[in-house]
């Protein structure tokens, strides 16, 4: 590939010059290649860029059109922009150092006015992007496909009542997944922005989610004859676009993937401000999964306490990622998933050096945090307590109900002839929150 004028000239690659370093465009925490437990922080933390945020993100909102004006977006073929788009892309990738990207399949190659031809301007990028992974060493965490922008996904891709736009939307996952394997891809992403309601009046949810089940059973289907060995993921959302979105949560979407046979083949892209949404924590959503050996990946970034909707920050709060990296090492990682920084600069934010302070601050904030986290789990302090509080199933009757030994009757007479009134315990909320702040604040 032939040397590309750099789109970044003022920005040289960013390194890690530890905590006391004054320099802004620098890691304080993140130090890829230091090694922990065997593997360096790169292969633990697995950072990502989000194709759509970084490099399709404006800062428009409901109230106006984008402040955000890139150099590279210039000209008038939109072939030619989204290739050059792309080397400003694998420049910044390489830059920041992060080993991996997504994308959705319209962020890299504009839309055709058939499928056939948006078929063909997705082949030629990435014809491109294999030349840069191949360049950079970059690699692809996941793929996906838009199937929200577009008007005919107004009513749902595979729960849309009309079966000609279900088919269409079939189609285009098939190529998405093609795309996806041709660039190695670790992951296959859905996200069901428009798979919802906005009122009950005109849907039939049952109808709706059993089509949903039917279309993700055929992307199991054809990733499986193609020999796809990708890691398939639900991203749960409550809300937003869709007044309610079907993969509410992670909860839900277990039940939606037991109830249909999907259990096997999907885990969970966990977005932090998704949790939110859905009235959860971060921490909750990715315990939820991990105890049931679902957690797959995670969406990192943050909403706004004070806004109700989806904001799509970059995480500088230490405090919730330490509790999140805490529950992510106790379940063993991520394994093909990632770190994906699902976030965008805020609207005002227009400088193309925004983009690395942006980064740099979601990598240090998650590395010292697995730093934090590691610290706490190997101290142990939390666990032994955790492993009191529940000592009584260990031993005795306790442990006759946790292996389902026992019914009332047994436990009605235990009470009656030998246990009496339990004594409470304390729950020590208090003491407990003081000791994680010792960890975070010394
Ligand atoms: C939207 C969202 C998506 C998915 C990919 O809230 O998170 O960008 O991550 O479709
Ligand atoms: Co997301």
């Not at 005795?396 to 030994?405: L, N, Q, S, T, V």
């Not at 026992?406 to 009605?412: A, D, K, P, Q, S």
């Amino acid at each position: 590939m032939k040397k590309a004028k750099s789109h970044f000239p003022r920005i040289k690659s960013i390194a890690y010059e530890g905590p006391g370093t004054k320099n802004p465009l620098a890691f304080r925490h993140y130090n890829a290649d230091e090694v922990v437990d065997g593997k360096t922080m790169a292969a633990h933390l697995r950072f990502s860029v989000a194709y759509w945020h970084a490099f399709r993100g404006t800062g428009a909102d409901p109230f106006g059109p984008g402040t955000i004006q890139r150099p590279w977006e210039k000209g008038t073929d939109a072939m030619s922009i989204a290739k050059t788009r792309m080397d400003a892309a694998f420049e910044f990738f390489q830059k920041l150092g992060v080993p991996f990207y997504c994308f959705h399949d319209r962020d890299i190659a504009p839309e055709g006015r058939t499928l056939a031809e948006s078929n063909r301007n997705l082949d030629q990028l990435v014809a491109h992007a294999k030349g840069h992974q191949k360049a950079t060493g970059v690699k692809l965490l996941w793929g996906t496909a838009n199937l929200f922008s577009n008007r005919r996904y107004m009513c749902g891709a595979a729960t849309n009542p009309d079966a000609h736009v279900f088919a269409y939307a079939a189609a285009q996952v098939k190529k998405a997944l093609d795309v996806t394997q041709a660039l190695g891809g670790q992951n296959y992403v859905f996200w069901g922005g428009r798979e919802g309601y906005e009122t009950l009046l005109n849907t039939n949810l049952k109808r709706e989610q059993a089509h949903l089940a039917a279309f993700l059973h055929m992307a199991v289907d054809y990733a499986k004859s193609i020999g796809f060995k990708g890691q398939f993921l639900i991203e749960p959302k409550p809300k937003e676009p869709t007044k309610h979105q079907y993969d509410f949560d992670v909860a839900s979407g277990i039940a939606f993937l037991r109830t249909h046979g999907l259990e096997p083949h999907f885990k969970f892209n966990i977005e932090t401000n998704h949790a939110t949404l859905a009235g959860h924590s971060f921490q909750h959503e990715i315990e939820t999964a991990a105890a049931h050996g679902l957690l797959g990946s995670i969406d990192a970034n943050a909403g706004d306490e004070l806004l109700g909707w989806d904001t799509d920050q970059f995480n500088t709060n230490v405090k919730e990622l330490t509790l999140a990296m805490v529950s992510i090492l106790r379940a063993g990682g991520l394994g093909s998933g990632g770190l994906n920084f699902d976030a965008k600069l805020r609207r005002p934010s227009i400088d193309p050096e925004d983009l690395f302070h942006a980064h740099i601050g979601g990598m240090d904030a998650y590395a010292l945090a697995f730093k934090l986290a590691r610290r706490i789990l190997a101290d142990g302090q939390f666990a032994g307590f955790l492993k009191e509080r529940y000592a009584s199933y260990d031993t005795g009757f306790g442990r006759d109900i946790a292996k389902r030994r026992v019914g009332f009757r047994e436990l009605n007479r235990l009470v009656l002839t030998k246990l009496g009134e339990p004594t409470p315990r304390s729950g020590k909320q208090e003491y407990l929150e003081n000791l994680l702040n010792t960890y975070l604040h010394g």
